[in-house]
């Protein structure tokens, strides 16, 4: 299948998957982990796989196509999205209130804002140039998913090192699963002391709704939900605001638009995950003998939804492979579709939202310190995005707004 190429292709998918859409929609590719699997491209053709899942099961897990650590003899624990049909529904029931209810996000949304100011006050101390990434991105996320959670800041390096080892295609699965146990046993320790002890933390809330239920979730069952979204919530997320804003800061009229209009933060944040998203592709198993896209396929087979390749479909937008930072939020698959749609979408909005409302307005001459050509970008992943952004800027405002000193050279 094809896989990104960054150093020369930035923001988009490769440019095999233009010739894809166009005359092979369907098509039977080798995947990095040695598996062979129908690839799918077209919008109407991706949107069809991720929503039927009566013909199209979660099942292999949506990664085990790129990630070893996903495969079925993998250490991944009690994976939540390898589920279909009630089970699935089950566990998601005891998870999504807590990270998408109306109310919760209410609530949550002042508690995003203080960290993305104290985000943007602790890296302006760092002399210029600053890596973003690092220094912004990295720990925006984490601070909010592990706040979430109910993982104090010394042990957050867990959910670090777990998502450096299980998002590689290159890592071996002993590595991955010695990544993964110090925070199992965290979690397996945390659980205890909540069952106990409960707080106003999502685990909590998961346990507390749990024991009102015909079937309580297990220990095993807790472990595995909440590091997936521990994992997920912080190494996606922290790409996605990383190549947002190397896609901004590269397009310098859409920053000093956004920085006149800060009433854009919203459809931007929307058009990020349209044009960028994170994922490769998605992958599911047929569940009885179909058709897609005018081919057959059999009960058994494995497809890959190619969900960048999806969005970029001029049957979806006729200039789909235009950043519009004013283009009206619409139909997409940036954070999947159906029953196993992104559970933390609405929070990673919330964090792109956040970010865009509040780095214009701080540092409107924020600017890229090296050439795009230059940036390094994550390799051997299933997660795309740069690993470093190097940034400079003139002066800061302070969260009132009012204008301070340049900052020293």
């Known amino acids: 299948m094809p896989?990104?190429?960054?150093?020369?292709?930035?923001?988009?998918?490769?440019?095999?998957?233009?010739?894809?859409r166009r005359e092979q929609p369907v098509v039977q590719v080798s995947c990095p982990t040695g598996v062979n699997a129908w690839l799918v491209s077209r919008y109407a053709d991706v949107?069809?796989?991720?929503?039927?899942?009566?013909?199209?099961?979660?099942?292999?897990?949506?990664?085990?196509?790129?990630?070893?650590?996903?495969?079925?003899?993998?250490?991944?624990?009690?994976?939540?999205?390898?589920?279909?049909?009630?089970?699935?529904?089950?566990?998601?029931r005891s998870?999504?209130?807590q990270v998408s209810h109306a109310r919760r996000?209410?609530?949550?949304?002042?508690?995003?804002d203080e960290v993305v100011e104290e985000a943007v006050d602790r890296f302006v101390e760092v002399a210029p140039p600053v890596d973003l990434h690092t220094h912004f991105s990295n720990w925006v996320t984490s601070a909010v998913i592990a706040e979430l959670i109910g993982v104090p800041p010394e042990e957050r390096h867990?959910?670090?090192?777990?998502?450096?080892?299980?998002?590689?295609?290159?890592?071996?699965i002993e590595d991955a699963r010695r990544a993964l146990g110090p925070l199992y046993g965290y979690l397996y320790a945390q659980i205890r002391e909540r069952r106990a002890n409960p707080g106003d933390d999502v685990l909590s809330r998961m346990i507390l709704h749990s024991a009102e239920t015909d079937r309580p979730l297990s220990d095993d069952e807790l472990v595995g939900m909440n590091s997936a979204l521990l994992i997920a919530g912080f190494d996606t997320t922290a790409s996605l605001l990383s190549h947002g804003l190397l896609a901004l800061l590269d397009r310098r009229d859409d920053w000093d638009r956004l920085v006149a209009e800060p009433a854009l933060a919203d459809t931007a944040?929307?058009?990020?995950?349209?044009?960028?998203?994170?994922?490769?592709?998605?992958?599911?198993?047929?569940?009885?003998?179909?058709e897609l896209g005018g081919e057959k396929i059999a009960a058994g087979d494995l497809v890959v939804a190619a969900v960048q390749s999806a969005n970029r479909d001029t049957d979806l937008?006729?200039?789909a492979d235009l950043f519009d930072i004013a283009r009206q939020p619409g139909a997409h698959v940036?954070?999947?579709?159906?029953?196993?749609?992104?559970?933390?979408?609405?929070?990673?909005r919330m964090e792109l939202s956040t970010m865009l409302r509040t780095l214009p307005r701080r540092v409107p001459s924020l600017r890229l310190a090296r050439p795009i050509e230059e940036t390094p970008f994550r390799t051997h992943s299933a997660v795309r995005g740069p690993t470093e952004v190097l940034v400079s800027w003139d002066a800061v405002l302070p969260r009132s707004s009012a204008p301070v000193e340049e900052p020293s050279r």
């Open 158 to 172: 867990l959910l670090h090192e777990a998502a450096a080892a299980v998002f590689r295609y290159d890592v071996k």
């Open 105 to 112: 996000l209410a609530e949550l949304q002042p508690f995003i």
């Open 334 to 348: 940036g954070f999947g579709y159906g029953a196993h749609a992104c559970v933390g979408r609405q929070i990673a």
């Open 269 to 290: 944040a929307d058009e990020i995950v349209r044009y960028l998203g994170v994922a490769i592709g998605l992958l599911r198993q047929a569940t009885e003998d179909t």
């Open 3 to 20: 896989l990104p190429d960054e150093g020369k292709f930035p923001f988009h998918p490769h440019p095999e998957y233009a010739r894809l």
């Open 47 to 92: 949107r069809e796989v991720l929503g039927d899942g009566r013909r199209f099961s979660s099942r292999p897990s949506p990664v085990a196509h790129i990630l070893p650590a996903f495969r079925h003899d993998a250490p991944m624990k009690q994976q939540f999205s390898r589920l279909d049909g009630p089970e699935h529904i089950r566990m998601r």
């Open 95 to 97: 998870l999504a209130p």
């Open 317 to 319: 937008h006729p200039d």
